[in-house]
C-alpha cells in the first residue's frame, strides 16, 4: 500500500510541473525508558508512518510530508510541495542542478538477532532497572540515570528516476549518569554506549559492567584536581574525547552547505573553504567519514538521495581532499555524490550530515605515546563544549585527564578545559595510535533535527592550551 502511495506522489508531482521528484516513505518505532535513583522517571513508545515529498521544479526545491497518507490525502501534499518549489523559483539567483548519480534498486536489512520489537516493554524495564543498579559501587555514589532508546525503521526511498531503494534498520544507546560526594567534594561521570543492530545489542554483552564502570570513574574523581593554566601544552587525546573533536572541528565543516556559506547565519560556515587541496594539518593527520561500518550509529547503506554510500576521504596526509555532499553541492563543486544527505524521519527534508566521521588510526601504540610525551596531560572523554561559527577556535572540555610526566601518567585530574586552534592543532599532530575506534555521539542537531552519528579516532598527540579549574 505504501508503495502504490509513493508511486502517486512521483506521478503526480510530474505531471504538476516536477522536473524530479523523491519520496521517502517509512514506518518508525521508537521507545525510552529512563531509570533515575533506582526507579522509573519516564517511559514511552512513539510509532507513526507516513511520506516526503521533494519536488525540484524549475530549479527550485519544494518539500512536503504526510503523516498516515492515503491516496487521496497524499495529493495535497504533492501539490504543497511542487507549489514551494513554483514560489521559490521565482526568486532564486542560481537554479538548482543535480549531480548524475547510479539508480539502484535494492533492499537491506541491519544484520539482528532479537528485533527490538520482539522483546516485552516490560522486560525492557527490567532490564534497564537491573543495570542501573551497577552504578552503585559505593555508598558515595549519590545520584543515578540511566536512559535507554532504541529507534527502528523501514524506509523505502523511491525518484522518478527509478530509484526503489528499501532499508531496515534500528539503532539503540544508553546514556549513562553518575555522581558520587564525599564530605564537600564531588566527582561525575557520564558516558554513550550504542549503535545499529538488534536489542542482541545490549544483552549479548552485560551493561551492567558499563554502569559499575561509570560508577567508579564518579568515586575516582572526588578527589581529582583540576589541572593548571597551561599554554602550548602537549595533549594525548584518547579515542572518547577524540569522538567529540572530530566531529565538532572535522565534521561540522566538512559539510558542502557549511562551506558554501548557507549555514552562515543559523550554525555557522567552515574556515578551510575554498584550501580543497592545500595542507591543513601534518603528515598524520586523515579525516573520514564512512557510513558503511556495520554496527555503529552511523550505519547506512545509501543516504537519502538514494545514493549509495562509500568511505569519503576528506584529508588525506594532511592535505583537504573533500566535502560531503549532496546531489546538488556536487554538482556545484563539480565532482561526484558522496552520499551525504540524512534526515531524522520522513517528516523532514533530508540535509548534508555527518555519518561516522573519525581520524585515521596510525602506527603507534598508546602506551607509546605517552612514554615518549616528557610533559603534557592525558586527555579523557567529552563535557562540555563551545565552537565558534568557522570551527575554527574550540574549547572542548573532558571529564578526566592525567598529567605526564617523564613518560609516565601522573596527577588525577577533573574537568580538564582544552582551548585550541583548528589549523595549529592539527599541524601539530606527530602521533597516531594503532587504536582507532568509533563511539556515538547522539543527538547532534542542524536544521531542527536531531540525529545519531559515530565519531573517534585513535589516541593523539598534538598541542593546545589547558584553561585552569
Known amino acids: 500500500m505504501m508503495k502504490d502511495i509513493m508511486e502517486y506522489c512521483l506521478d503526480y508531482a510530474q505531471i504538476l510541473g516536477a522536473s524530479y521528484v523523491d519520496v521517502r516513505g517509512e514506518h518508525y518505532y521508537n521507545e525510552f525508558i529512563s531509570v533515575v535513583n533506582a526507579g522509573v522517571d519516564k517511559s514511552f513508545t512513539v510509532r507513526k508512518n507516513g511520506v516526503g515529498v521533494r519536488a525540484l521544479v524549475d530549479g527550485a526545491w519544494g518539500f512536503s510530508s504526510l503523516n498516515h497518507p492515503t491516496k487521496e490525502s497524499v495529493k495535497t501534499t504533492v501539490e504543497n510541495a511542487v507549489s514551494q518549489a513554483k514560489m521559490i523559483s521565482r526568486s532564486i539567483k542560481e537554479p538548482v542542478t543535480l549531480a548524475p548519480v547510479k539508480v539502484y534498486k535494492d533492499k537491506v536489512a541491519t544484520p539482528r538477532k532479537l528485533d527490538v520489537e520482539d522483546v516485552a516493554f516490560d522486560d525492557k524495564i527490567k532490564n534497564t532497572l537491573e543495570w542501573e543498579q551497577g552504578f552503585k559501587v559505593s555508598d558515595e555514589v549519590k545520584e543515578t540515570m540511566l536512559n535507554y532508546t532504541a529507534i ?211 602506527d603507534w601504540k598508546p602506551e607509546e605515546i605517552i612514554e615518549d610525551t616528557k610533559k603534557g596531560v592525558y586527555v579523557s572523554t567529552r563535557k562540555d563544549n563551545s565552537i565558534d561559527d568557522m570551527r575554527y577556535n574550540w574549547t572542548i572540555s573532558a571529564q578526566e585527564g592525567w598529567m605526564i610526566e617523564d613518560g609516565e601518567l601522573t596527577t588525577h585530574l577533573k574537568d580538564v578545559t582544552v582551548n585550541g586552534i583548528a589549523p595549529k592543532l592539527f599541524t601539530s599532530i606527530d602521533a597516531v595510535g594503532n587504536d582507532l575506534s568509533i563511539k556515538p555521539l547522539i543527538g547532534c542537531g542542524k536544521g531542527m533535527q536531531m540525529l545519531y552519528t559515530g565519531n573517534g579516532g585513535p589516541t593523539m598527540r598534538g598541542v593546545a592550551d589547558i584553561v585552569g579549574g
Not at 584550501?275 to 593527520?285: D, M, Q, R
Not at 555532499?325 to 524521519?345: D, L, Y
Open 152 to 362: 527502528k525503521f523501514d524506509r523505502t526511498f523511491m525518484s522518478s528516476e527509478g530509484a526503489d531503494i528499501e532499508f531496515n534498520n534500528s539503532v539503540l544507546w544508553l546514556e549513562m549518569k553518575t555522581s558520587a560526594t564525599r564530605g564537600g567534594k564531588r566527582g561525575a561521570f557520564a558516558l554513550y554506549h550504542g549503535g545499529s543492530g538488534g536489542y542482541d545489542f545490549l544483552t549479548e554483552g552485560d551493561p551492567s559492567e558499563l554502569t559499575m564502570d561509570v560508577g567508579n570513574k564518579a568515586v575516582s574523581l572526588i578527589d581529582a584536581e583540576y589541572a593548571p593554566s597551561m599554554k602550548d601544552t602537549t595533549l594525548v587525546f584518547d579515542p572518547y574525547y577524540q569522538a567529540i573533536l572530530t566531529h565538532e572541528i572535522t565534521g561540522h565543516p566538512s559539510e558542502a552547505d557549511r562551506v558554501l556559506g548557507r549555514e552562515a547565519a543559523s550554525a555557522g560556515s567552515a574556515w578551510w573553504a575554498g584550501k580543497i587541496g592545500e595542507h591543513i594539518g601534518s603528515e598524520y593527520l586523515n579525516i573520514y567519514d564512512d557510513p558503511t561500518l556495520p554496527g555503529t550509529c552511523g550505519y547506512f547503506p545509501y543516504d537519502d538521495e538514494g545514493v549509495k554510500a562509500k568511505t569519503k576521504v576528506l584529508a588525506k596526509e594532511g592535505i583537504l581532499i573533500d566535502h560531503m555532499h549532496s546531489r546538488e553541492t556536487a554538482s556545484i563543486f563539480n565532482v561526484e555524490p558522496n552520499a551525504g544527505m540524512r534526515a531524522m524521519t520522513f517528516e523532514y527534508v533530508p540535509l548534508i550530515r555527518m555519518s561516522n566521521t573519525f581520524i585515521g588510526g596510525g
